[in-house]
């Protein structure tokens, strides 16, 4: 970052002549590039940071309501949050072993699923006209306070 900042001042002196030159100072430079630094660490911070309460329904009733970080998958978020929700093969859609069942509502909501996504329902227990693979699905701010619920056959 530092090398294309240097690049920019370079091209402005370039324009400007010594005029410009004048301007751009190391302190100057050193303000701005601090200035870049805190914003970028700033708005990552505050995007990693933004989360949703997502109630997971484990196979014995229990419910454990976490916290999902927005544009995370639900297998990744269950993960993360001692869920038990096996996940074979890591979110690469190639088990079904990360099936959800969700309430209708929701369902609703949720994008289509992939002719892949079906496929692999196909090889789950307890199928449901709303189940769903937690891999495939990412958490947004519309499923905020929603119940999932994780069927008894799923590991």
């Given at each position: ?8 001042v370079?091209?402005?002196c370039?324009?400007g002549?010594?005029?410009a ?14 200035t ?67 309430e209708?509502s ?12 079906e ?9 449901t006209?709303?189940s ?24």
């Open positions: 970052m530092m090398r294309a900042l240097n690049n920019i370079s091209r402005i370039v324009r002549g010594e005029k030159q004048e301007y751009v100072t190391e302190r100057s430079f050193r303000q701005l590039l601090q870049v630094k805190t914003s970028l660490y700033s708005t990552s911070a505050v995007i990693r940071q933004k989360a949703v309460p997502i109630v997971f329904i484990e196979s014995d009733g229990t419910e454990k309501e976490v916290m999902a970080e927005i544009g995370k998958n639900l297998l990744d978020v269950a993960h993360g949050n001692n869920v038990e929700l096996e996940g074979a093969c890591g979110g690469e859609l190639a088990c079904s072993t990360c099936h959800l069942i969700f209708k929701i369902y609703d909501s949720l994008p289509a699923k992939t002719d892949e996504e496929d692999m329902l196909d090889l789950a227990f307890e199928v006209e709303t769903r693979l937690g891999c495939q699905i990412l958490v947004r701010d519309e499923l905020s306070g929603m119940k999932v619920r994780i069927p008894d056959d799923s590991f």
